[in-house]
């Protein structure tokens, strides 16, 4: 059987390398460090080929996804259809930006049975 691809956005190194490493025992996991860094390597469509579950940190330190409109890209840009989830500490994201997204992961290690389970009762 084909492991899952999955994109990991987040600039903190310990939660990052922590859900790569976790995810990377069912999964081939990619981790960027920022939306700037992922738009760099991710430029298109082709580039997601594959890829079942892109992981969108929202806070990041002088801004966040909201403001660099990452999801625009992926879904607009690139036509992405696959899943797209904000992982998040953050409480206060903004309502009409949160149901864009196919769920919000509360930020801590999941493994990818507990995100499926998660999207399927829309975590939020």
Not at 9 to 32: C, I, M, T
Not at 51 to 72: M, Q
Request: proline share 3%.
């Amino acid at each position: 059987m084909r492991k899952r691809k999955i994109i990991i956005v987040d600039d903190d190194p310990d939660y990052k390398d922590g859900l790569k490493e976790f995810l990377a025992r069912e999964a081939e996991v990619v981790a960027y460090e920022s939306p700037d860094d992922f738009a760099e390597h991710v430029k298109r469509q082709d580039d997601l080929r594959g890829v079942s579950l892109i992981v969108l940190d929202y806070c990041f330190d002088t801004f966040n996804a909201l403001d660099k409109d990452l999801l625009g890209f992926i879904r607009e840009d690139l036509q992405y259809k696959g899943k797209l989830v904000l992982w998040s500490l953050e409480d206060d994201i903004p309502q009409e930006y949160r149901k864009r997204f196919d769920g919000v992961l509360p930020k801590k290690l999941l493994s990818l049975a507990e995100i499926d389970q998660c999207l399927e009762t829309t975590c939020s």
